[in-house]
């Protein structure tokens, strides 16, 4: 059983720890919004990326969206020229979203933008602090896994 000295510190780890990843994903997720793309946005392309061709309500599904959220969110992604609509060949009635050339390059881009600017942070910090980062590594990922699910915590830059 945790004591309450231990709680709080658990609580002020966690809360720092919040602080800083809300922190560093505002700053890496900059060139994205400029770009024109929210991190809902992202997130369905890295989606699409990942699954492939999706029906609508099955990316609502795994993006976790309402229908009308999902319809706006579509309308934006296919003006932005990120996503495309395709016939679904086993029900005529229905229609895929997929990825376009525009939206894959778009997320390469991306991402190795925000590669390089973590790259560049890194190298910056001594031997040690990089030693630190690269052993934490396995336990923040774990953390995102058991809060996100595994798969579902996927980067999408």
């Known amino acids: 059983m945790i004591n309450s000295t231990e709680r709080s510190d658990t609580a002020q780890l966690a809360g720092q720890l919040r602080t800083v990843i809300n922190r560093l994903g505002y ?22 990326e990942k699954l492939g061709p999706l029906r609508p309500g099955d990316l609502a599904a795994a993006l976790g969206v309402t229908a009308p959220s999902m319809s706006r969110l579509v309308e934006a992604l296919t003006d932005g ?23 894959r390059t778009t997320l390469a881009g991306l991402r190795c933008a925000g590669t390089g ?28 896994d058991r809060h996100l699910g595994s798969g579902r915590g996927d980067d999408p830059n």
């Open 27 to 48: 700053h890496l997720r900059q060139p994205a919004t400029r770009e024109g793309l929210t991190p809902t946005r992202l997130t369905a392309l890295a989606a699409l």
């Open 81 to 103: 020229g990120w996503v495309s609509r395709q016939q679904d060949h086993h029900d005529r009635r229905a229609y895929l979203l997929a990825l376009s050339d525009h939206g």
């Open 117 to 144: 600017v973590l790259s560049e942070g890194i190298a910056e910090l001594t031997a040690a602090q990089r030693a630190t980062l690269a052993a934490a590594l396995p336990v923040l990922t774990e953390l995102a």
